[in-house]
T-cell receptor, first 112, second 114 residues
Framework: SQQGEEDPQALSIQEGENATMNCSYKTSINNLQWYRQNSGRGLVHLILIRSNEREKHSGRLRVTLDTSKKSSSLLITASRAADTASYFCATALSGSARQLTFGSGTQLTVLP | DGGITQSPKYLFRKEGQNVTLSCEQN?????MYWYRQDPGQGLRLIYYSQIVNDFQKGDIAEGYSVSREKKESFPLTVTSAQKNPTAFYLC?????????????FGSGTRLTVV
C-alpha cells in the first residue's frame, strides 16, 4: 500500500521559476526523504528530514514537514532544464518497520 | 568510485523461464533492497536484507526469490511463478536498516517478457 502520495502528478514550469511538490502520508513517521529519478535511471537521494524538524535546506532545495497535517513539500528554486525528472517522497515509518515506502512521484518538466 | 552496480541493464525472459538479476555494492553497506517499478508508478518493495544470510519479504515477494551469501551481493531471481514480471527493477543499499539513512540506488534492470 502507498504510504506517501505526491501532488501534483505532473508539473510543467518555465526555467527560472520555482517548483513546489507536495507529499501526504497516513501514519506516524520517523523521517521523510525526497528522491529524484531521471528517466530510465535509478533514484538519487536528495534530502532527509526527521520528524522533529520543520524545515531543511540543501542548495536550491527547501523541504518542509508538517507532522500535524502529515504532509511535506519540496521546493526547487530557480529551476533549470536539468531539474526535469520525477521526484518521489519516501517515508520511514515509526515503530518496527525497517524500510522506506515510496509514493508514486511527481513528474517535473522545466521548459527552457 | 563506490556505488551499486546492477546487471544486465536490459533482460528478456521467455514464458516459464527463471531469470536472475545481479546487484553488487562496494559501499560496505549492511542493508540491501529490491524494488519493482511499473510505468508511472512508485516503487514497491520485493525483498530486503539487513545482514548476510538473512532476508525478509516485502510487499510483493510472491514469484521472486533472493539470496545474501555475501555482504556485497544481493541477487534477485524472477521465477516462472511471477505472472507479470515485465517491469523496471531497482536495487538499493543503505548503511544499515536504521531509519535515519538514505538509500543509494543502482541504475536498474529493465525486464521484458517475450
Amino acid at each position: 500500500s502507498q504510504q506517501g502520495e505526491e501532488d501534483p502528478q505532473a508539473l510543467s514550469i518555465q526555467e527560472g521559476e520555482n517548483a513546489t511538490m507536495n507529499c501526504s502520508y497516513k501514519t506516524s513517521i520517523n523521517n521523510l526523504q525526497w528522491y529524484r529519478q531521471n528517466s530510465g535511471r535509478g533514484l538519487v537521494h536528495l534530502i532527509l528530514i526527521r520528524s522533529n524538524e520543520r524545515e531543511k535546506h540543501s542548495g536550491r532545495l527547501r523541504v518542509t514537514l508538517d507532522t500535524s497535517k502529515k504532509s511535506s513539500s519540496l521546493l526547487i528554486t530557480a529551476s533549470r532544464a536539468a531539474d526535469t525528472a520525477s521526484y518521489f517522497c519516501a517515508t520511514a515509518l515509526s515503530g518496527s518497520a525497517r524500510q522506506l515506502t515510496f509514493g508514486s512521484g511527481t513528474q517535473l518538466t522545466v521548459l527552457p | 568510485d563506490g556505488g551499486i552496480t546492477q546487471s544486465p541493464k536490459y533482460l528478456f525472459r521467455k514464458e516459464g523461464q527463471n531469470v536472475t538479476l545481479s546487484c553488487e555494492q562496494n559501499l560496505n553497506h549492511d542493508a540491501m533492497y529490491w524494488y519493482r517499478q511499473d510505468p508511472g508508478q512508485g516503487l514497491r518493495l520485493i525483498y530486503y536484507s539487513q545482514i548476510v544470510n538473512d532476508f525478509q519479504k516485502g510487499d510483493i515477494a510472491e514469484g521472486y526469490s533472493v539470496s545474501r551469501e555475501k555482504k556485497e551481493s544481493f541477487p534477485l531471481t524472477v521465477t516462472s511463478a511471477q505472472k507479470n514480471p515485465t517491469a523496471f527493477y531497482l536495487c538499493a543499499s543503505s548503511i544499515r536498516t536504521g531509519l535515519d539513512y538514505g538509500y543509494t540506488f543502482g541504475s536498474g534492470t529493465r525486464l521484458t517478457v517475450v
